[in-house]
Each structure stands twice: as structure tokens, then as C-alpha cells.
């Protein structure tokens, strides 16, 4: 008989499959999302998007609307070549070179952020520019290191393997947040960080939310080494040109024969609908704080630590269920409250709760003292442990319903389900806001994009 076990892990491996790696691939793999997560927790969430919108853009709204158009634009361009790219590289073989490449548009973009000084005439290109270089290469890159994970470890533990990239994930987005807070960010009111220290290297504060830009590029690419030291690449198959003719033709050949599948195009549409509803969430969580709480870059900071301590530990919990349950009770359960505290966090205002049940309001007030504060915390530290397991769960639920001998393929597709939409929920805010004048009325959509996504989901039958 055969032996079917990896030399270098001692774990089964499928039929066919070549030995996966030791543990030093799998540990530059999981690095990758603690090399990427601080772009997401400083650039687009708490730190420079509420900045953006606060400091640079002449008023909050007007901020929101100039920052969704631009997430929407980016999401735009990724959607349109994610799949394109994804093919040619799989028929190609090698996934490092692309890799590469769009690594350094992740680092060129958040390095640019230092230079949108707020009064400056070229403040709002260069935020906007900046933003939408680094956003593209960090999706481009995500799908190429997706594709990686079947061939990292056997299919009973891809649940566990993907909820510790998450949670691996937000933690680094954690140290880097409080790095940020603790170290070089200011309040405008006293001048001093977190820690009640004067901001490193005389920053002032605004400087403070800047400096999130350069210090995401400089930890991305310290901490995306291991991933290219350790991890194997596929050898190459064909040159360029020849990959680019394969690849097209393959995708082709995989969006005809798909819809014979009804599970996975039930699947995709599922996660196309709430992956815009959540892209958007986070996209404009911060914002909608600094505009409606008046909070500032300390106060949101907090906010995302809270988020990045309850996100890790859901991850962690996410993915020891997934493998135990299987993947969709964990996003059915992940989206049913992820509903629910939205539609609490549009209820909240700055002198009222549930829409419609005032709030006396206090002047020089305690941080997080008030009512709608104390709600904003406890709902947004929920969508927090529910956000991780939701993405995490998406990958290995992507790998149930998919053919065994074509789950590099169906990746494929899975990034455009995630990708070809992506521009709708920060364009659909980015309207709202613009025709309501109002931040409440913008993110409203993000409700209905999530309710979406479960009904859907209902409808999906996993192996």
C-alpha cells in the first residue's frame, strides 16, 4: 500500500496531491495576513479614513462621499482583472512574481499618505491616489495567497488554518493600532498620545494619522518576507504570453461550465452580496463615529482596538466550529448578528439611541461616558467577533462546494464573487450620503446588503 502521508508534517494528504510543506511554509502563509492587516485597521478604518474625512476633505460628509467613491473605484478595477490575473497566473504556474508586483503597490500607496497634508492643494488627490494604489495591490494580493491555502494543509484542517490567518490577522492589526495610539498619534485637545506621552519624533497630530500610511508600508514589507522565504511556489509552466491565451480561455471555460452547478453559483452570489455589505461596514464604521459621536483619532483608535481584540478571538472560535460544524452555521449564525448590530449602529445617534429615544448630551463629558458611545462600543465590539469568523468561513465553505479536482479553478471564481461588486457598497453609501445629507442615511445599505447575502445563503447546500 502506498503511503499517502507528508514527510515533512506526518499528516494525510489527498490522493494526487503533492506533500504539503513543513511548518515554516504554513507559518509565512498566516504571516501574510499580519503583514496586510495594518493597511486595513490604520489606512482604511481607524485611522486615516476618519483623518480623511475630519482634517483634509472640507467637511465630514463631503469626506465620506470623496472616500466611497474612491473605494468604489478601486473595487471597480480590482473586479475587472482580479479573475483575469488569477487565470493567467494559474495557467503560468507562478504566484510569487505577481505577488511581488503588487506588493509594492501596496507599499507606494500607503507611503504616499504622508504627503496629504490638510490645506495643501494636492491633500485630497494624494489621500485618494494613495488609498486607491495601495487598496488594489492589497486585493490582488489576497487573491494570489487564497489560491495557496489547499495546497498548505489537508482539507479537515483548512477550517482551523484559515480562522489562524484571520485571527493572526487581527492581531497584528492590534499592535500596530496601539503602537499607533500609544506612540504616535495625539489628541488635538492635550496634545499628548495614549499613553500620556508626547507623540515619537515631534509629531504633531495630525502628523500622528499620517505617519499610519508609512508605517503600514514599512511593516508589510518587513513581515510579507517569510511568505516568499518559505512558502513554495508551483514551477513555471508556460511564458507570458502563451499563460495570458490559457488562462483567458480557461476562464472562459469555468464561468460556461459553472452555472451547471447550482450550490456554488448560489454560494458566490451569497458572498458577493455580503462581502459588499461588510467591505462597506468597515469602510465607513470610523467615519460614521468621527461625523456622529464628534469622536477623534484617540477615540477611534480605541474603538478598533476593541474591535481587533473581539475579531481575533471569534476568528480563533470561528475556525475551531468550522471544522466541528462545518462552514455555513458559522456564517448563517456570523451574518444574524452581524444584522442586528448593524441595524443598532444606525439607530445610534449623537443625542439619541434606537432612532427615536433621546439622549441628554454632556458637554466636557468623560471619554466613552454617554449612551450612544457605551452602544456604539458594545454593538461594534460584536460586528467585530463575527466579521473574522464570517471571512474565514467563506474560504473553506468556497472549497465545499466546489469539484475536488478543480478547487484552484472555483478560487477563481470565489475572488470575483468577493471582487466583481465590491464598488457597490461604498458607491451605494457614497450616493446616499451625497442625496440625504446624512451619514445615517449612507450606511443604512450596508443592512440591506447583508440581509441579502443570508437569504441567499438559505439556499446553498454544503458538503
Known sequence: ?????????????????????????????????????????????????????????????????????????????????????????????????????????????????????????????????????????????????????????????????????????????????????????????????????????????????????????????????????????????THLRDAIATGLGRLTATLSDARAHHDTIMFLAANMAYKDGLVALFAFGGIYAAGTLGWGTIEIGLFGILLTVTGTLGALIGGWLDDRLGPKPVLVGALAMLIVCSMAIVSIGSDSILFFIPVAQQTGAPLFSTLPEIAYLVFGGVIGACAGPLQSASRTMMIRVSPPDRITEFFGLFALSGKATSFIGPLAVAALTTYAQSQRVGISVIVVLLAIGMVLLARVKAA
Open 1 to 237: 500500500m502506498a503511503d499517502n502521508t507528508s514527510p515533512e508534517t506526518g499528516r494525510a494528504r489527498e490522493p494526487g496531491r503533492p506533500p504539503f510543506p513543513g511548518k515554516a511554509a504554513v507559518f509565512g502563509w498566516i504571516l501574510f495576513d499580519w503583514a496586510s492587516q495594518p493597511y486595513f485597521t490604520l489606512v482604511t478604518t481607524f485611522v486615516f479614513a476618519p483623518y480623511f474625512a475630519a482634517s483634509v476633505a472640507e467637511t465630514p460628509v463631503e469626506g465620506q462621499a470623496l472616500w466611497g467613491y474612491a473605494a468604489a473605484a478601486a473595487g471597480l478595477v480590482v473586479a475587472l482583472l482580479s479573475p483575469v490575473l488569477g487565470a493567467v497566473a494559474d495557467a503560468g504556474g507562478r504566484r510569487k512574481r505577481w505577488l511581488l508586483s503588487f506588493s509594492a503597490m501596496l507599499v507606494a500607496g500607503c507611503a504616499a499618505l504622508w504627503f496629504a497634508v490638510p490645506g495643501s492643494s494636492l491633500a485630497v488627490p494624494l489621500a485618494l491616489g494613495g488609498f486607491m494604489l495601495a487598496g488594489v495591490g492589497a486585493e490582488f494580493a489576497i487573491v494570489f495567497t487564497n489560491a495557496m491555502m489547499p495546497d498548505l494543509v489537508p482539507r479537515t484542517r483548512l477550517g482551523r488554518l484559515s480562522g489562524q490567518s484571520w485571527a493572526v490577522g487581527y492581531a497584528g492589526g492590534l499592535v500596530s493600532l496601539v503602537l499607533v495610539l500609544g506612540f504616535l498619534a495625539a489628541s488635538p485637545q492635550t496634545g499628548r498620545t495614549l499613553l500620556g506621552i508626547l507623540p515619537a519624533f515631534g509629531l504633531d497630530p495630525g502628523e500622528g494619522a499620517r505617519v499610519s500610511g508609512p508605517l503600514s508600508a514599512l511593516w508589510y514589507a518587513v513581515f510579507v518576507l517569510p511568505l516568499f522565504l518559505f512558502v513554495p511556489d508551483r514551477p513555471l509552466r
